[in-house]
């Protein structure tokens, strides 16, 4: 139910309300409003009003009823400050406090059943094995399914699925790579020239645009540990993490 209270209005809107003034369509919610009103129960509209225009240090344009998810009364107010910007509240009009604004409800991960089904969907239209699925947010802070896939011998491949639906969100192109990858033999001796260390885990894998390359663990002789990635078909090393 909205309540027209520009100008001189407000002050009359917020009586009419409180006092419960007939109103066509209206009078049984305003008849309401105003025993509880008397009993105690809400705070008049007209207190409200001015207890929003003191605090915020502005001018209410409008005000408008809501029912909260318990039933409970609320009112939405527009305002206006000295800057000319707008702000919007919902007073509870029980307390005259603040409510804050509903936050979306939180992603769950999905129940076995569900997950049965993205998992089996998956592999029928990719024709590989799926090797692991997380529950995690991505770039964005969305959360999604990581899924991996076996796509030997082209390494790994990821995907995001929606969580909701299971659809995959980052489709790649199917069947294999044009240029093939470069041997792990050949890889390895590429960076034998920079690099010292023992290996501790070599593996071709695929990123989400199916780029082919290698991941590479190397301890240094400090015994920390050295992370590479290296293009599969030039060499150059994509990423280099720690070693120090």
Not at 98 to 110: D, L, M
């Amino acid at each position: 139910m909205r309540i027209p209270t520009l100008a001189p209005l407000v002050r009359a809107a917020a009586l009419c309300l409180a006092v419960g003034l007939a109103v066509p369509g209206m009078a049984a919610e305003q008849d309401a409003v105003r025993k509880s009103v008397q009993s105690g129960q809400l705070k008049p509209l007209n207190t409200i009003i001015a207890d929003v225009s003191r605090q915020y240090g502005g001018r209410v344009l409008d005000v408008e009823t809501k029912r909260g998810r318990d039933g409970d009364l609320q009112y939405e107010i527009k305002l206006i400050n000295a800057r000319g910007e707008k702000q919007e509240l919902l007073i509870d009009a029980a307390t005259g406090a603040v409510v804050p604004k509903e936050r979306s409800r939180p992603v769950q991960p999905v129940t076995i059943a569900q997950m049965v089904q993205y998992v089996r969907k998956l592999e029928q239209s990719s024709g590989a094995r799926v090797t692991n699925v997380e529950f995690e947010r991505d770039a964005q802070g969305n959360y999604v399914y990581e899924a991996q896939l076996s796509d030997k011998p082209f390494g790994d491949v990821k995907l995001m699925l929606s969580v909701a639906t299971g659809e995959v969100l980052n489709p790649v192109k199917s069947g294999a790579p044009a240029v093939q990858p470069k041997s792990m033999a050949v890889m390895l001796e590429s960076l034998q020239p920079r690099y010292n260390g023992r290996v501790l885990e070599a593996e071709l894998e695929t990123d989400v645009r199916r780029r082919l390359y290698y991941s590479v663990e190397l301890q240094q002789p400090n015994g920390s540990k050295l992370e590479l990635e290296v293009d599969a078909v030039t060499l150059e090393v994509l990423r280099q993490k720690g070693g120090d």
